[in-house]
């Protein structure tokens, strides 16, 4: 079973590519389950998401193909939404999806992952910055809104690494996903970024096993190029770290498969 529960389309203002055309890719790779999960629209940030007003043709446009594509092959709707707490929407949270991805690109603001904010890296300690990282993606599960967690360590994408031991770092973190049973999915993004590697990296992998924490994988695919993108790679991380089922979702209710 090959799943891909994390992509965007041309609706979120930095992708390209149609839910249609996205499918058509995602059918000629074999790829079983696919769900799509647009930047979900907030009061900040806003030209890197979808609008309000968008929400509800967004929706329609994935539950359309759906039908429209049964038999070939599972279609899901999802959001990914930034865990910004002045900023959560409940018209996002309420939203009748598969499920919502919760995310962290920004550590008080600051877009971290955005090349455009790179120098926010300067004249800060390191160690401190992945802290508060791991503190943002903390809360984010104690929240109890989320069912997914997106690419767990992003803040790696452009090379900032701690000189502290990432598992450490990570450490509450983990504990409060498993906590709020939520699945950490495998992010082949990582794999087009000056990082060059799947997210989460191979030592977190290990610690998410050891917690029997759930996976899934996702392409985060900005461009029909990125569909299934890095598959391989993320199915065999997981398994030579012991994985064999990967995590679906419908209406929020979970489903284990084996991948
Ligand atoms: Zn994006
Ligand atoms: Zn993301």
Redesign the pocket.
Known sequence: MRIDLHN?TIR?N??EGTVDEYIQKAIALGIDIYGFSE?APMNFDEN?RLCFHEMKSYEKDVLYAREAYEGKIEILLGYEIDYLPNYINHKVLDAEVDYLIGSIHFINEWGFDNPEFIGGYEGRDINEIWQSYFDAVESMAKSGLFDIAGHLDLLKVFKFLPTKDVRILAKNALKAIKKADMTIEIDTAGLRKPIEEIYPSRPLMEEIYELDIPITFGSDA?SIEHAGHGYDAAVSLAKEIGYTKAMTFRNRDKRLLNF
Do not use: G, N, S, V
């Open positions: 965007h979120c930095h992708a930047h890197y900005h």
